[in-house]
């Protein structure tokens, strides 16, 4: 079948109008432009562009209405709200874990179906547990990606139970249109010989591994002295267990540990410097940064140096992060937050922060990231003015968030 619309982006490649794509079994097989007569579906004044990825996000917080706690609250005592917000959960579910489960589900569920009506088609999820079984990852949201099985906890009797989580959940298999990752969670969570265990089942599996790095000064400071609101945080948790961190470990420690995986996602990296970034750019086959924008921003953690990775050579990929921390799961709303933040970028490659380079990120850039023959038909849409010249400027600036998931 062919279809029409006033424009395709296809990413990679100029703006198209009176774009047509030819799609055979669920793949493009032409990207092409504008002869009328064998065209089956006109979609109309709308930008057709590749679907959407988002590279990092937590769908087990989307029953949240609102973010939790509020901008610019300090990073350790957001994790705090985040532990009460789950003892919470739990709490109203009376110990009865199978309306936990369900409520878990509905989560998930209400995440999966919020994404592909934004456009989304690929996600890179964290998940705390297995998905659960009355999931239909098959329905209607129609988005695939990766579930990274969450990893976490520094107490030394757990460490045998968390190695074997990782090896079920790598030996499980995932529903179709997705595949198995681990994260181990962040430095102050996990131990570094569990970061490397997981980078060595990646080499065998060849699955990806993501884990939080550099997120906040917090970190930093428990990392290099054992000290500060986090330290605080954790041992009120009853969770600091100074023996398993190596007092002086660097991120940059942990990127050499991620450097070993088949594939390794290092989320956010607001902090890491100059001499990571040209690690990062060195290895950039198999290793990726992820910017989370609008989490960012609701930290007011500054100026996120996008523009300096870039240049450095660092593929960086964009994810919306959990609602925990900002209120959508819009990539397209996460792409212009990084217009507004970053306008030294080219709408070009900003666009190509959410698409190529998350799908690149990920691993599932056979499939996804742009509209080219080989690849799956899974494409967004957004309305567009028949005046527009240029659909990238209006995809980032125009004030239109009604991106949805094209569907045959
Ligand atoms: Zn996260």
Redo the contacts with the bound molecule.
Sequence with gaps: MKIRARWVVPVGQPPIADGVVTIADDRVVEVGNGTSDAVVRDLGDVILLPGLVNA???LEFSDLRLPLGEPRMPFAAWIGRVVEHRRAQAAAADGNASLLEKRRAAAIAAGLAESSAAGVVAVGE?ATAEWPTELDPEGPSAVGGVIFRELLGLAGDRQAAIAATAEQHLAGSPPPGWQHGLSPHAPYTVRPDLVARSCQLSVVTHAPIAM?LAESLAELELLASHSGELVELLRSLDAWHPAAIPRGIEPADYLSMLAQAHRALV??GNFLTPRDWRYLAERKGTMSVVY?PRTFAYFGHGRYPLAEMLAAGVRVAV?T??QASNPDLSVLAELRQVARAHPELSPESILALGTLASAEALGIKPDFGSIEPGKLARFAVVPVGTEVTDPVEWLLHGTDTSASQWEL
């Design positions: 990092h996000t937590h964290i939080h989320i956010h989370c994810g992060d959990s």
